[in-house]
Each structure stands twice: as C-alpha cells, then as structure tokens.
Nanobody, 126 residues
Framework: QVQLVESGGGLVQAGGSLRLSCAAS????????VGWFRQAPGKEREFVAA????????YYVDSVKGRFTISRDNAKNTVYLQMNSLKPEDTAVYYC???????????????????WGQGTQVTVSS
C-alpha cells in the first residue's frame, strides 16, 4: 500500500512561484508513475502533469507547459511540482496520485491512479 501526503501549497501573487511536494510511504512507490491533478471551485478535477517511475518521461497539460515542472527523487520517495509564473486560474486544490505499473510511462486519466493524497490548496491572487 502507498500513502501520499502533499505539502507546499499556499497563497501567492500572480507571477509568483510555489513548489509542491508529494511524500510517499510504501516500498512500491518508486515503481509507480505519479500524476498531479487539480480541482478548482465548481469544476471537475483535471490532469496537470505526470512523470514515469524512472523520471525519464514527463507530460503536461497545455495550460501549464513552460511554467510547471514535475520531478521526482525516488531515494526520498518524493515527487515535486515546481510552479512558476502562476496565474489566478491556477487556483485550485492540488492532488498527487500514484499509479501502479501497467506498462505505460504515465497516465492522464484519473481512473488509472490507485493512490491519492488529501490535496493542498494553492491560491493565486491577481
């Protein structure tokens, strides 16, 4: 079993930066691909970024390309989401999720993820 805990959220002005962390417990985490999702008030939860278990493949939703960077340190069982040039529309609760290896480098669909964190709030003021 894998448990995930996000941290690093907060209030930031537009144009600012935050780094989210997703700390995992469980020996199988290093073999999981990991995704970040977000849910804004009144909206569906959406995919943001994903990284393969070996960190050699990443994928981003178009709206964050060039601004967000996903990375991982398997020795620390931690995945990061560096968010730069933040916009008010980035305001949301951010969730990390882990997917057991099913043969793909990463996944964008929520149903492919087996483990979820509790979320961390990111608020970007204009």
């Amino acid at each position: 079993q894998v448990q995930l805990v996000e941290s690093g959220g907060g209030l930031v002005q537009a144009g600012g930066s935050l780094r989210l962390s997703c700390a995992a417990s469980g020996r199988t985490f290093s073999s999981c691909s990991v995704g970040w999702f977000r849910q804004a008030p009144g909206k569906e939860r959406e995919f943001v970024a994903a990284i393969s278990w070996s960190a050699d493949r990443t994928y981003y939703v178009d709206s964050v390309k060039g601004r967000f960077t996903i990375s991982r340190d398997n020795a620390k069982n931690t995945v990061y989401l560096q968010m730069n040039s933040l916009k008010p529309e980035d305001t949301a609760v951010y969730y990390c999720a882990g997917a057991r290896n099913r043969g793909s480098y990463y996944y964008t669909g929520q149903s492919m993820y087996d483990y979820w964190g509790q979320g961390t709030q990111v608020t970007v003021s204009s």
